[in-house]
């Protein structure tokens, strides 16, 4: 027979946690199908009813007929496939756990780079309430500075003088 698994293998709280919350419909609806798929397949016994051939050789009139399907019977197998992957996974994931490591700690590092300027950017003050003076203390290269880089309006780099467009820029360094 098969085997009969007691108690379920997927840690549905862990899943859970894991889907993104645009996603949480359809995994609510997912889990929702395989609960009704295992409560239908735990309503089923384990073994087969046992028959009584006794009671059917009383009843059917054809002499060897209840013999042969008693036979025929006991003779089924039903064939379950023989688990030859799972060693085959267990190796691939073997092989796996150290990319997957080395991944984590690659976007552990990104994840405290980005926190380091989320926390960065949480201590400056509201754009509303930040001055050009306090802009200019805190970005020095990137404020209006009218005495050592005066610029004309808009301020934007293709109004100055001295703009060139980048593709003027790849011609002159081609000469060079």
Sequence with gaps: MAKRFTKPTINWVEFEKRVPPEQKAKFLAFKAKADVYLRRVQANPPEPPKIDWDMYQKIVPVSGLV????????????????????????????????????????????????????????????????TLEMYYDLYPNDALDPINRPTMWPHTPEEQLDYKPPEKKVEDQKKK
Excluded: G, H
Aim: hydrophobic share 30%.
């Design 67 to 130: 013999d042969n399907f008693k036979t025929a019977y006991q003779q089924l197998k039903i064939p379950y496939p023989a688990d030859c992957l799972s060693t085959k996974v267990d190796e691939q994931w073997k092989t796996l756990e150290p990319e997957i490591k080395k991944y984590c700690d690659e976007m552990q590092k990104d994840i405290d780079v980005a926190k380091k300027e989320l926390n960065r950017l949480n201590a400056l003050p509201k754009v509303e309430d930040i």
